[in-house]
């Protein structure tokens, strides 16, 4: 089993930083990919960040202004968010894409709430 355990949410004022995190452990060969994604109120999920190896993916609504990056050796996503807006204010999920004995399996996070003030 794989658990994930994120941190760093919270309420900022728009134009503010913000850095999120998200640890796995449990029994794990690799993790091929980790992503960030968010969901609003009355919104569905939707994709901020995904890296890959050493290949990013973001957002059109987020580039430019967060940086996702790794820490293989702790199993570790990071999620740096600058310039944030109101519109970022979501509940912030990590999925890891993990490899575990011959089979892989996709795991979330629990959520962590961000709060953008105007």
């Known amino acids: 089993q794989v658990q994930l355990v994120e941190s760093g949410g919270g309420l900022v004022q728009a134009g503010g930083s913000l850095r999120l995190s998200c640890a796995a452990s449990g029994s794990i060969s690799s993790i091929a990919r980790m992503g960030w994604y968010r969901q609003a109120p009355g919104n569905q999920r939707e994709l901020v960040a995904v890296?890959?190896?050493?290949?990013?993916t973001y957002a059109d609504s987020v580039k430019g202004r967060f940086a996702i990056s790794r820490d293989n050796a702790k199993n570790t996503v990071y999620l740096q968010m600058n310039s944030l807006k109101p519109e970022d204010t979501a509940v912030y999920f990590c999925?890891?894409?993990?490899?575990?004995?011959?089979?892989?399996?996709?795991?979330w996070g629990q959520g962590t709430q961000v709060t953008v003030s105007s």
């Open positions: 890296i890959s190896g050493s290949t990013t």
């Open positions: 999925n890891f894409l993990v490899i575990s004995r011959g089979t892989s399996g996709t795991y």
